[in-house]
């Protein structure tokens, strides 16, 4: 889970609206039936709060599609985005109690839930004791009413969404040829918002993510550029987490492609 301070400010109503996903809801919800040890989890005392979190989907994106055991799944079924909940305990810590992910971008829900902010972190590179204190406090400043909103990208083989870890887009990327490079690399991007809830407090965070082929996103004049800037000038010890080492010869394949269609 990355909520670096890149945060800004959007208007309330642009929270889950529009629903640019909404072509991948039978899946996900078929996932959801499928893998739900997987994909759903809460903690006790985390019912009120998910309540509060299902209502305020609900109030955007309508009613739950189908019977769910629980009302976060519900709000869930309703949109593309992830649904994580997080609830101030009495250490004053922030901590995950519920969510329902089905489009985790390498981390998995039985390992987080429960963590706070800066277990939720641990993994990522940068992410030190002061950028978890500057999140801590963005969280508490956080007015009911307010959505903050960032964007994350990745490139990966393939199009699936439901990636608790790298090993199969590793294994994927390993056995693809070059020449067929710029077809078979898709950009991931994620949609990431939080907001806090007016009753209990809690902070909702909600992550959607989109698979676009990365062939169109080289298109347009200086695209392949401005793509090519940002794949070079990331911090080394980010690449590595992103697992980017194992699609460099692709991505230069899929650049150098790119190039000779203009």
């Known amino acids: 889970m990355s ?3 890149g945060l800004k400010p959007i208007a309330p109503e642009a929270w889950l609206s529009p629903d640019t996903e909404a072509h991948v809801l039978e899946e996900k919800r078929a996932l959801m039936r499928a893998r739900r ?3 759903y989890g809460a903690r006790d005392g985390s019912e009120l709060a998910a309540l509060e979190a299902a209502a305020a989907v609900h109030g955007v ?5 189908g019977d769910w055991p629980s009302a976060l799944e519900g709000a869930a079924s309703a949109v ?3 649904l994580c909940v997080l609830i101030k305990d009495s250490d004053d810590l922030w901590r995950l109690e519920a969510a329902s992910l089905c489009a985790p971008t390498f981390w998995r829900l039985d390992e987080k839930l429960g ?4 277990g939720l972190h641990g993994p990522v590179p940068g992410a030190n004791p002061g950028l978890v204190s500057r999140i801590h406090r963005m969280f508490d400043a956080l007015r009911p009413g307010q959505v903050l909103e960032r964007f994350n990208w990745t490139v990966q083989p393939g199009t699936e969404r439901f990636t608790p870890s790298q090993a199969a887009f590793k294994a994927l990327a390993g056995g693809m040829d070059e020449a067929g490079a710029l077809d078979g690399l898709w950009l ?3 949609r990431q918002t939080i907001s806090k809830l007016e009753i209990s407090g809690a902070v909702v965070f909600t992550i959607r993510v989109a698979i676009d082929p990365l062939r169109a996103a080289l298109d347009g004049p200086g695209q392949a550029e401005a793509f090519r800037a940002a794949w070079e000038g990331i911090d080394p010890v980010l690449a590595d987490y992103k697992g980017w080492p ?3 010869r692709l991505v230069h394949a899929a650049l150098a492609q790119a190039g000779e269609r203009r």
């Not at 994106?61 to 599609?65: F, I, M, S």
């Not at 963590?115 to 800066?118: A, K, R, S, W, Y």
């Open 115 to 118: 963590e706070p902010l800066g």
């Open 80 to 82: 593309s985005d992830d």
């Open 188 to 190: 991931r991007v994620e």
């Open 61 to 65: 994106a309508g009613p739950a599609v």
């Open 37 to 39: 040890g997987e994909v």
């Open 246 to 248: 194992h699609y460099q």
């Open 3 to 5: 909520l670096a301070p």
